[in-house]
């Protein structure tokens, strides 16, 4: 897609399109941090809902990411598949709008442990590991790679989630006494 369709489709003028963004790539970038903006702020709903209750906030936190992705498939795919800019070679996490999204993980994951859930573990680590379990799902959901591609997909994605957090639940009842 060219800069010039892209203005044709947004109902400007090319030039006016080039006064914003330097290059298509520049534009997906935008649009690839607006996407991550996004997730946060439905990320940040669900923590504000379920203060208190670190299970919660990780098993709705879940359920919100399914949702956002299986609700925004294209958009989903730039987030996680963005152009490579010039100023962002090197890490590429250090500008990365993303980065967030899984502080907010992070958090909710060492809520969890101080609640006694989850291994006394480095927290990024184990955000990773919950990040990547749910990301894996939907990301083969959403390229029909489900077992049942035609199942429902947010049903599909949502037990995901749960099994991960009944996982999790049951580490604290059956993991090492946290007293000892």
């Not at 730039?78 to 990365?96: C, V």
Request: hydrophobic fraction near 50%.
């Amino acid at each position: 897609m060219t800069m010039a369709r892209i203005a044709a489709a947004v109902g400007c003028s090319a030039p006016a399109l080039y006064g914003h963004f330097r290059n298509r790539d520049a534009l997906l970038r935008a649009v690839h941090d607006a996407g991550f903006e996004q997730l946060v702020r439905d990320k940040v709903a669900v923590a504000a809902q379920t203060a208190g209750d670190p299970i919660g906030r990780l098993r709705e936190g879940g359920r919100a990411y399914v949702a956002f992705a299986l609700d925004n498939p294209a958009l989903y795919h730039l987030m996680f598949n963005p152009p490579p800019l010039p100023e962002f070679a090197g890490n590429p996490f250090e500008h990365d709008a993303g980065m967030a999204s899984l502080l907010l993980l992070r958090r909710a994951v060492e809520a969890a442990q101080a609640a006694g859930y989850l291994p006394a573990e480095d927290a990024d680590r184990v955000a990773f590991i919950l990040w990547s379990t749910v990301h894996g799902a939907v990301s083969l959901m959403l390229q029909n790679r489900a077992p049942h591609p035609a199942a429902d997909r947010q049903a599909l994605g949502w037990q995901v989630v749960d099994s991960a957090i009944s996982l999790i639940t049951s580490s604290r009842a059956s993991g090492p006494s946290r007293d000892a």
